[in-house]
């Protein structure tokens, strides 16, 4: 069954302007992680964050992450062209080490 | 060098017919995965197998069957293939363990069956 679901589905937005996805899940999860997919390729890996994490920093990227309300965001600051894909959460559920369960994705769309 | 990669590419057949897909990793993981992705791009796990072991097996038709030879490789066989078998597959890798971490994508396979 589906765990994550992303908000929204889909996003269009200015070269330079900030991009903000949402991700809400149903279940408790030891860590949940976001990948990148352009189009016609494989997912890229971009950040995890622990469940016992509330934020986290990679570069333009911050993820955060509210366990009470079940839901994370990942914030793209200052974004390029480049950044347009599909960017996806992805949750590892307690006892399963191996499953990523993976939601269906927000369409960013960066115009120049 | 590419760490995890798919042949072939591309994958046009008609129904009835016997596929395969091959995958490989250079990456020294231990785990590999099988995803599918259907046309609205949402990923579904099909199998992960760990050092040849297989340990996920979600509901998939047996028509569908994993075989990894070694740790760095898993293929994916499909007899029979139908229309509703159209997708990207995708194969993935990841170490093992009680940790965290994250899963190396190969670049996909597009299958079509007419």
């Known amino acids: 069954s589906q765990q994550g679901e992303e908000d929204p589905q889909a996003l269009s937005i200015q070269e330079g302007e900030n991009a903000t996805m949402n991700c809400s899940y149903k279940?408790?999860?030891?860590?949940l992680q976001w990948y990148r997919q352009n189009s016609g390729r494989g997912l890229v890996h971009l950040i995890l964050?622990?469940?016992?994490?509330r934020e986290k920093h990679s570069g333009r990227l911050r993820v955060t992450l509210d366990t009470s309300k079940k839901s994370s965001s990942l914030l793209i600051t200052a974004s390029r062209a480049a950044d347009t894909a599909s960017y996806f959460c992805?949750?590892?559920?307690?006892?399963?080490?191996?499953?990523?369960?993976f939601g269906k994705g927000t369409l960013l769309t960066v115009n120049p | 060098d590419t760490a995890v990669s798919q042949t072939p590419k591309y994958l046009v057949t008609q129904m009835g017919n016997d596929k395969s897909i091959k995958c490989e990793q250079n990456?020294?993981?231990?785990?590999m995965y099988w995803y599918k992705q259907d046309s609205k791009k949402f990923l579904k796990i099909m199998f992960s197998?760990?050092?040849?072991?297989?340990?996920i097996n979600e509901t998939v038709p047996n028509r569908f069957s994993p075989k990894s030879p070694d740790k760095a490789h898993l293929n994916l066989h499909i007899n029979s293939l139908e229309l509703g078998d159209s997708a990207v597959y995708f194969c993935a890798s990841s170490q093992t363990g009680w940790g965290y971490y994250e899963q190396y994508f190969g670049p996909g396979t597009r299958l079509t069956v007419t």
């Open positions: 197998y760990n050092n040849k072991e297989l340990i």
């Open positions: 279940t408790s999860i030891n860590n």
């Open positions: 992805a949750t590892r559920s307690g006892g399963s080490n191996y499953k990523l369960t």
């Open positions: 964050i622990r469940s016992n994490e």
């Open positions: 990456l020294g993981h231990d785990t």
